[in-house]
């Protein structure tokens, strides 16, 4: 699969379920402590996320959890898969932001030197 010509944004599923299979043909997954939530003590998804989806430790709650699972078929790998993409999503932000501003800085101080 590649990437749309057109730069169109792809889905969620499109990005992870690849990434799914792969981890299930190469490993054997059984979750553990189905019956808890996940704990989670990593870093929280960016505010642009929020608007549509929970915070990792309000996602991984195990009433949100069994809703995942039961209404939309998503299973905790499912939900970590999609964090997984949402931290990317932010670190990408952060990157461009900061290339952004550098080189604004570098185009300020260029100017200033002429």
């Known amino acids: ?3 749309p010509k057109d730069d169109k944004i792809v889905s969620f599923v499109e990005i992870t379920e690849p990434i ?7 490993y054997t997954i059984k ?10 003590n990593g870093l929280d998804i960016g505010e642009d996320e929020k608007c549509t989806c929970f915070s990792p ?12 699972e039961d209404e939309q078929g998503r299973d905790a790998l499912d939900e970590i898969l999609g964090l997984a993409v949402r931290l990317g999503i932010e670190q ?20 200033l030197k002429k």
């Open 20 to 26: 799914r299979e792969a981890i299930l043909f190469a």
């Open 57 to 68: 430790k309000d996602q991984f709650h195990l009433d949100n959890l069994r809703y995942s």
């Open 1 to 3: 699969m590649i990437w």
């Open 92 to 111: 990408g932000r952060r990157i461009f932001k900061n290339s952004i501003e550098y080189t604004c800085m570098k185009i300020r101080l260029d100017l």
């Open 31 to 40: 979750r553990k402590n189905k019956n808890r939530s996940i704990p989670w």
